[in-house]
């Protein structure tokens, strides 16, 4: 991995130029500039002398440098594949119809009854759902610990028995950082796998393989997608590996479409440029929230009152995209403010171009109780945020009109 990573820092391209041109075919086919839709069910083979020669090349190992039929691959998922194992310095990646389909596909492929699992405690919610409900069916356990607890991490670890090691950088909704370095050497020390959910982080901000991490995952539905109109996931790694879940993924069946791989490579192509906007934007709007007397605290990795800053500069080229904070009132005190933003939607989600705004204590967590939420650190009076790409100017502004209007606790009086 160390050699793969200097071969393409030799060539010194930046992130922009990367997210245009790195692992995209120069010759696209049909003079194409974009990688065309490939909208087909099957191949056709001019003669069976063709069919003999593709087998040879499928069974014993060669060059294949065509397709057979659509569940086995497409070229303009395979395209990209490429271009997003580029973008991770990754030597593969494989592409799932959502962020979900790619992680509960990863579990189902590399565990088996009696591994078990140690993840952190702010991970996405149907991923932890998936290990406590599905693969505990299975036979799988999975231990759950707090973020940034270092010694429960490795204490949850089960000698022999510790198949994965999973967390999430940044996190949702308190945008922790995991220390990379030392999670890498727990799985290596302990011979489990270690998988990255760097959905918020996106390469621009994070490669968590550089760091040693054998897999990361995204929900490109997300920043890679960029546009709020696509659901996708991937996963990198080593070839190896990742050759293993393509194959999986045959008999699964879980194959993302053409149009979709399309438009997800299309978002890609402006990646660097909004990630980086949006880092701004986010550090800009994580600055002005922490100084109004109408928030109560900010969670942003990029402000030196974040819990994980010191980790997070240490790691991370930018901060991402998404701010939390505590409005300072009560659970109808934020809704209203949240009701009373212009330019944000409300709506669950992240990492497009419009920027959108939830109240985890409605959104992700409507059927626990208020009390039920507090026990595992949801706030009543938490709002995410997460930026697009509108001018940071702009949402200031609406954020500061919406704010002079939150009542003064004094006026609703304290007990
Ligand atoms: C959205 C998200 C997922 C799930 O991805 P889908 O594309 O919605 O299936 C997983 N992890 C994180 C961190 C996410 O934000």
Known sequence: M???????????????????????????????????????????????????????????????????????????????????????????????PSGMSAVTSLFLTVLRPGSHIVMTDDCYRRTRQFCETTLKKFGIETSIVPMGDRDALEAAILPRKTRFIFTETPTNPYLRVADLNRVAELGKQHRALT?????????????????????????????????????????????????????????FGNVIDPHQAFLVERGLKTLALRVRHQNASALKVARFLEDHPKIDRVYYPGLESHPDHDIACDQMSGFGGVVSFEVAGDINATSDFIDRLRIPYIAPSLGGAESLIEQPAYFSYYD???????????????ARFALGIEDAEDIISDLEDSLTQVPARAAIGKV
Not at 67 to 92: F, K, T
Not at 196 to 204: G, K, N
Not at 371 to 381: F, L, S, T
Request: hydrophobic residues 40%.
């Open 2 to 96: 160390t050699s793969l990573t200097s071969k393409l820092n030799e060539n010194g391209q930046g992130a922009s130029t990367r997210a245009v041109h790195g692992g995209a075919k120069r010759d696209k086919g049909f003079h194409a500039m974009t990688t065309p839709i490939v909208q087909t069910a099957t191949y056709a083979f001019a003669n069976t002398a063709k069919v003999i020669e593709f087998l040879d090349a499928k069974v014993y190992g060669g060059e294949l440098d065509r397709e057979e039929y659509a569940r086995y691959g497409n070229p303009s998922v395979w395209s990209l594949e490429r271009r997003i194992a580029n973008l991770e310095v990754a030597e593969d990646a494989v592409v799932y």
């Open 195 to 251: 998988l990255l959910d760097t959905t918020f982080a996106t390469p621009v901000n994070l490669r968590p393989l550089e760091f040693g991490i054998d897999f990361v995952m995204h929900s490109a539905t997300k920043y890679f997608g960029g546009h709020n109109d696509v659901l996708a996931g991937v996963i990198a790694g080593a070839s190896g590996r990742i050759k293993a879940l393509k194959d999986a993924r045959g008999i």
């Open 368 to 382: 626990l109780s208020s009390e039920e939420r507090e026990a595992i650190g949801i706030k009543d009076n938490l």
